[in-house]
């Protein structure tokens, strides 16, 4: 009896042990796995409120945001567009797909505060706003000796007080030995006048994932940018796609140019400028719709033909006007811009209608109603 | 053994009651985090509109904020621009629809115009019309903006972006 009394009670414990450990492990595995869904929504929280000061900051034309993203500084962002869409997000916690927004940036990012610029994208009408994305801890060297576009640059990114403008230097060939470059996250050269021969020796010694260069080149009618990165002691061309063509209209503030600056890779250009092609090719949509206005509206405005016909506005707006009337131009743009939609080759063609879409609206814009 | 059933059983109800109280948390917590999306689309969508190349005042390249050029929105409107377009193209408007829709999402887009001069009974203009079938919520915002008519004549305007969930 006594025996039997003792198993019992060794069993009693044994049980509550058993109970106790169960419970305890319910307790800690609720823990554990709040714990992982805590991380995640704070990644897809953070992910969701960089999607809406994207938002924002793309749509406020010609406008810095700077974002202090301290709390993020050991979380990598990261961003890269293959077929038209764009991904950003926090290194294997979270990301976010965008198939609109213009986003041009470096492949990774990791710093305390976010650098936000949005211009707007001008071909030759608004097209959209190209955002330019950079941190505060990626310097960017300008090269080129008695090249306009530097000092442009230069006044574009500079701000009076030190925490809001872009870490920009310039330098020239001589210089490019000794610059100090600090403790940047990122270099990127921008070389106006041609790739130097050698790697310049303030960088020889740096990580090569920190360093690379976009080397501008135009042969008098259109503009390209090529891509490089450090390898060892020299600059290589980058792996894949390592050129593409700026289409722009020049003027300062260059949406297209600027961007070709910011974007990490000539992938990442070519496939968000894909994007504005698209946006363009909706808009003409709209202006071949305000064209067909236009022209009603003069059609009751002058009723018969005009006595003076060079002072007359049709002349801008019909197929049997100036050589290089709306009409015909838009109808031109239109078909070019399929061309460029299908092979990114064929773009090259819309630089020069867009100028001349551009040169009609000016001249309308004088004494007619402009299209845009 | 009857004690222990007992002790058990109310341990389990204990559970129980805390695994109702969490969801229910949660729960109220889920609605609340939609809801408070919902007002984040609703301002996201308003702003995207109000700077909408399709629609926004322009001369000479030069934008004006808080306008919408008579023109475009009649353009866009016809053409059924944002939401496809009315072409014979398919597989375009199929595009050109999704693309909009990744803008906008479900939403319903007007703008009405507000001057003295016009007509109580004038139709708003129906620029993107997308509602969420069999929608459990819809939360609107307006915004008064200026409708330009060439040339340089303007109005007022109201623009009501309803998004929904």
């Known amino acids: ?372 | 053994m009857t004690e222990t059933i007992a002790v058990l059983f109310i341990f389990f109800i204990l559970i129980l009651f805390g695994l109702i109280f969490y969801a229910q948390f949660q729960k109220s917590a889920f609605k609340e985090k939609a809801e408070e999306l919902l007002q984040k689309r609703a301002t996201e969508t308003m702003l995207k509109v109000l700077f909408l190349p399709e629609l926004i005042c322009s001369e000479r390249s030069l934008t004006e904020d808080n306008c919408f050029e008579l023109a475009k929105v009649q353009a866009v409107v016809d053409g059924n621009l944002l939401e496809g377009g009315r072409g014979v193209d398919t597989e375009i408007d199929q595009e050109k629809r999704d693309y909009y829709f990744s803008i906008f999402s479900y939403a319903t887009i007007k703008v009405q115009q507000l001057s003295v001069a016009a007509d109580e009974n004038d139709e708003p203009y129906v620029l993107y019309d997308h509602p969420l079938p069999k929608f459990t919520k819809s939360e609107p915002t307006f915004f008064v903006v200026a409708l330009k008519e060439a040339p340089d004549t303007y109005h007022f305007a109201s623009l009501a972006v309803t998004v929904y969930s």
């Open chain 1, 1 to 372: 009896m006594e025996k039997k009394a003792q198993v019992e009670i060794t069993f009693h414990w044994i049980y509550v042990l058993i109970a106790g450990a169960v419970i305890l492990l319910f307790f800690i595995g609720i823990v554990v796995k709040q714990k992982a869904t805590a991380e995640e929504n704070l990644a897809t929280d953070v992910v969701q409120i960089l999607e809406s000061i994207f938002t924002g900051a793309s749509v406020s034309e010609q406008t810095k945001n700077f974002i202090d993203i301290s709390s993020l500084v050991d979380y990598p962002l990261y961003f890269s567009c293959a077929d038209g869409i764009t991904e950003y997000g926090i290194e294997d916690l979270a990301s976010i797909q965008n198939t609109v927004d213009t986003i041009f940036a470096p492949s990774e990012l990791q710093a305390p505060q976010l650098i936000l610029w949005s211009l707007p994208f001008q071909f030759p009408f608004k097209v959209m706003d190209f955002l330019l994305v950079t941190a505060s801890n990626v310097k960017y060297v300008l090269v080129g000796d008695g090249v306009l576009f530097k000092d442009e640059f230069l006044d574009a990114t500079y701000n009076a007080e030190e925490r809001l403008h872009l870490d920009v230097e310039e330098a020239s060939r001589l210089t490019l030995d000794t610059l100090k470059l600090g403790k940047a996250f990122h270099v990127r050269f921008i070389f106006l006048d041609g790739l130097p021969p050698q790697l310049p020796a303030s960088v020889q010694e740096m990580d090569d994932d920190t360093i690379s260069a976009v080397v501008f080149s135009s042969d008098g009618r259109a503009e390209t940018a090529e891509y490089y990165e450090k390898k060892g002691t020299t600059f290589q061309k980058m792996a894949g796609k390592s050129q593409v063509s700026i289409l722009s209209l020049g003027g300062e503030r260059d949406a297209a140019k600027y961007a070709a600056i910011f974007a990490g890779t000539a992938e990442m250009y070519g496939c968000t400028m894909q994007k504005a092609w698209q946006r363009l090719g909706y808009l003409l949509a709209v202006y071949n719709a305000k064209l067909v206005s236009l022209q009603d509206y003069y059609a009751t405005f002058y009723e018969e033909e005009s006595p003076f016909p060079e002072r007359d506005c049709r002349r801008f707006y019909r197929e049997e006007g100036i050589e290089n009337n709306f009409a015909a131009l838009l109808e031109q743009f239109r078909r070019q811009l399929r061309g460029c939609r299908e092979l990114a080759l064929n773009c090259a063609s819309l630089q020069q209608t867009a100028a001349q879409i551009e040169t009609t609206n000016q001249q309308a814009a004088g004494e007619c109603l402009a299209l845009y």
